[in-house]
């Protein structure tokens, strides 16, 4: 489907804007000194980085020889390095809008292909106790949309019921070994046993689901 295609292209395109956030964000980490410096007008108080010499300040003397007062070589190095960190600063800057604006665009496909999910109410053959409890559903968020709501009790998500069950640790593991995959989830609502489908993604709020889980240990039938 076109929609399906557009959609993947779409995270294709946010998850490769991430990696290049990750390769800027690590090539600032090794320029971190020189980013104390906060704007061009402190160049000339901090004018010891550069030998008392500022950005703009000739680097040979009155008759074209290189200044025998300074390190030149020290100089053009320090100041490479401002430039590259002040550009890159730009560029993640640049690079934060577009994964912002990316998300968004991921998100509403997203949206048009799950509307309204109609949650399937079947019959539970096999007598599972709930082991997790929906105490927080963001608006729009992938837990939202898949149609999760608060109060619901978690029967099954994916492969973790009652009997395996150890911590969230192991929720937080599956999700996000399963980012843009389909997570199965049976729950318990009111009287009725209902399966849904989740697919854990980036989204304009924080983390893969935007819903808050608590475990139990029993809840009455």
Known sequence: M????????AKDYVLQLMKDKDKIESDLEALKEILEINDLSNFRRNDHILNHVGMEDSLVDCEGYPRNDIDVYQVRHVRHKIICAFSLRN??????NKIEEGLHKVHALARNQTESPSPTVIQ??????????????????PADIAGIQVDDLILEFGSIDCRNFKSLKDIGTLVQNSRY???NIKLKRGSNIIALTLIPRPWIGNG???CNVIPIESVER
């Open 181 to 183: 995959k389909t997570i």
């Open 2 to 9: 076109v929609v399906d295609m557009e959609l993947q292209e």
């Open 91 to 96: 560029d993640h800057k640049a690079l934060m």
């Open 124 to 141: 539970d053959n096999v007598q599972l106790d709930p082991f997790l409890k929906v105490n927080l559903v963001s608006p729009g968020s």
């Open 208 to 210: 893969l689901l935007g």
